[in-house]
């Protein structure tokens, strides 16, 4: 998962747990999401919050502001979802397994530990079961969900500079500070220290 440059900045906004990627499951089921109208007019005020300062690009802290704006539209997403998935249960093993994986991830427990192996063994299932189901089910790979719940936890990192790369990467359990840095590379699309760099206020 190769971030795009111009979502990068609101990737740095989001918290670590990623609670989106959860979402896919009862969204594949059901793509329309039923809200209420006070739910329909507050996502409409966050789009025209954004609409009316999206041009005030002389604004100091630009970049901050429209990702404070950003993440809010995205928390209501997140909060119309939630209402709607807290209605749904199901005993289906496809959909046990698969939600057992987010919960898992869900965990941060990705911070450390990738493998795929890792999350066969905790569902008790086997790894050609695990990647057809979840294949089958979100479209994506087990790799590509470890990944997604990954990224954030590596940007807070990187938005911390009480932290070393070195720290970090031993944080994150990468074996080596190279091994990290192509990892923040192919997702992030730059280098650690670059990527810390385009965190910085331009001014």
């Given at each position: 998962?190769?971030?795009?440059?111009?979502?990068?900045?609101?990737?740095?906004?989001?918290?670590?747990n990623?609670?989106?990627?959860?979402?896919?499951?009862s969204?594949?089921?059901?793509?329309?999401?039923?809200v209420?109208?006070?739910?329909?007019?507050?996502?409409?005020?966050?789009?025209?919050?954004?609409?009316?300062?999206?041009?005030?690009?002389?604004?100091h802290?630009?970049?901050?502001?429209?990702?404070?704006?950003?993440?809010?539209?995205?928390?209501?997403?997140?909060?119309?979802?939630?209402?709607?998935?807290?209605?749904?249960?199901?005993?289906?093993r496809?959909?046990?397994?698969?939600?057992?994986?987010?919960?898992?991830?869900?965990?941060?427990?990705?911070r450390?530990?990738?493998?795929?192996s890792?999350?066969?063994?905790?569902?008790?299932?086997?790894?050609?079961?695990?990647?057809?189901?979840?294949?089958?089910?979100?479209?994506?790979?087990?790799?590509?969900?470890?990944?997604?719940?990954?990224?954030?936890?590596m940007?807070?990192?990187?938005?911390?500079?009480?932290?070393?790369?070195?720290?970090?990467?031993?944080?994150?359990?990468?074996?080596?500070?190279?091994?990290f840095?192509?990892?923040?590379?192919?997702?992030?699309?730059?280098?650690?220290?670059?990527?810390?760099?385009?965190?910085?206020p331009?001014?």
């Open positions: 998962m190769l971030i795009p440059p111009s979502d990068i900045m609101l990737y740095s906004q989001m918290p670590a990623h609670y989106g990627i959860g979402g896919c499951i969204l594949l089921d059901n793509p329309v999401v039923p209420t109208e006070a739910d329909a007019d507050r996502f409409l005020n966050d789009i025209r919050h954004i609409k009316e300062r999206i041009q005030d690009t002389q604004h802290f630009y970049k901050e502001l429209m990702g404070s704006l950003a993440l809010t539209m995205v928390y209501d997403l997140f909060d119309f979802h939630a209402k709607l998935n807290a209605q749904t249960s199901t005993t289906d496809t959909a046990y397994v698969v939600r057992g994986l987010m919960s898992l991830l869900e965990t941060g427990v990705s450390t530990m990738r493998e795929v890792y999350y066969t063994d905790q569902l008790n299932v086997s790894p050609k079961y695990l990647s057809n189901t979840i294949k089958r089910i979100t479209g994506n790979s087990v790799m590509y969900l470890i990944d997604q719940f990954t990224v954030p936890i940007v807070e990192y990187l938005k911390d500079n009480r932290y070393s790369i070195t720290q970090i990467a031993d944080l994150m359990n990468f074996g080596t500070v190279s091994y840095s192509r990892y923040c590379t192919k997702h992030l699309g730059m280098s650690p220290s670059e990527y810390r760099k385009s965190l910085s331009s001014r």
